[in-house]
């Protein structure tokens, strides 16, 4: 159980276009689901916190405009990177905290990761 | 704010003992997290400490004390499908709930 997907695993994109990546927790329900970016032999730099129904919390640094997180429903957060540019370039990766049950660990399940190129 | 602290680079001989250590420093702490990084993929969950003490799950060991701001990884047994990075993170409830990771410590395991 508790498997996180993200679709996709890899994009490239001409620079100023948009792109989506979207995270689904597959077999539970996720009132909160995480943003994260790393960049090469870095660790995970929090973006934001996707709240489901409400507005998501952005970290310091991040621009909201820029990249759009929607939380839509338990199962599905989507982030877009709009106008993106070849500094955005990046891996991106989800994460899930399960709401119900006893997650005793606090346990986050991460996605597999989106891999974005902005040529 | 917070500040995480962990060796960048550790190098250990296979069938080994290694302890890769973090420091932190930060508001609202709530836990302490350890995942297994693998270059190009997500990371897997390892451990979670909240309470002072030695958690042992396998060849996987993690301990945390709280007063020190301290937490250490302890492999056994050291496998080459260890070679990974080793990411401390911690679980903080200020201004909502976050993890928080640190740099990370890429460990090489040789033959």
């Known amino acids: 159980g508790a498997v996180v997907s993200q679709h996709p695993s890899w994009v490239i994109c001409k620079s100023g276009t948009s792109v989506k990546i979207e995270c689904r927790s597959l077999d539970f329900q996720a009132t909160t689901m995480f943003w994260y970016r790393q960049f090469p032999k870095q660790s995970l730099m929090l973006m934001a916190t996707?709240?489901?129904?409400?507005?998501?919390?952005?970290e310091q640094g991040v621009e909201k405009d820029k990249f759009l997180i929607n939380h839509a429903s338990l199962t599905l957060s989507t982030l877009t990177v709009t106008s993106a540019h070849p500094e955005d370039s990046s891996f991106y990766i989800c994460?899930?905290?399960?709401?119900?049950?006893?997650?005793?660990?606090?346990?986050?399940?991460f996605g597999p990761g989106t891999r974005l190129t902005v040529l | 704010g917070q500040n995480i602290d962990q060796p960048t680079e550790m190098t250990a001989t296979e069938g080994a003992i290694v302890q890769i250590n973090c420091t932190y420093q930060?508001?609202?702490?709530?836990?302490l997290f350890w995942y297994q990084q693998h270059a190009g993929e997500a990371p897997t969950f390892l451990s979670y400490n909240v309470l002072d003490g030695l958690e042992e799950k396998g060849r996987f060991s993690s301990f945390l004390s709280r007063s020190k701001g301290y937490s250490y990884l302890l492999l056994k047994e050291l496998q080459m499908k260890d070679s990974a990075s080793y990411l401390c993170a911690v679980w903080r409830v200020t201004g909502g709930f976050k993890t928080i990771f640190g740099a990370g410590t890429r460990l090489f395991v040789k033959a």
């Open positions: 930060t508001s609202g702490f709530n836990g």
């Open positions: 996707s709240n489901e129904g409400s507005k998501a919390t952005y």
């Open positions: 994460s899930a905290r399960v709401s119900r049950g006893a997650n005793l660990n606090n346990e986050q399940f």
